[in-house]
């Protein structure tokens, strides 16, 4: 899976990130923080001009789930 080890470096340090980056838009490689931001936007143009894309992860630094699942809600109803 493509950056597998960012995500699971996130997951293994998500409460010592959030002490130091709550809020922020990180940008994580190679099991290393190499930026953070204030705007996913921010994160990105930094990041690409620096790296290949694929090569890092952007992921906002909360606590909890909320940081990396999403609910979607829709009024369609299947029969």
Sequence with gaps: MALETEFKYFLDHQDELVLKYEG??????ENEVVGAFDSQANAYNDAIGKFKL???LIQRCIPGEAAYR???????IFS
């Design 54 to 56: 694929g090569t890092f």
């Design 70 to 76: 999403q609910t979607f809600h829709s009024r369609v």
């Design 24 to 29: 922020k838009f990180l940008v994580i490689r």
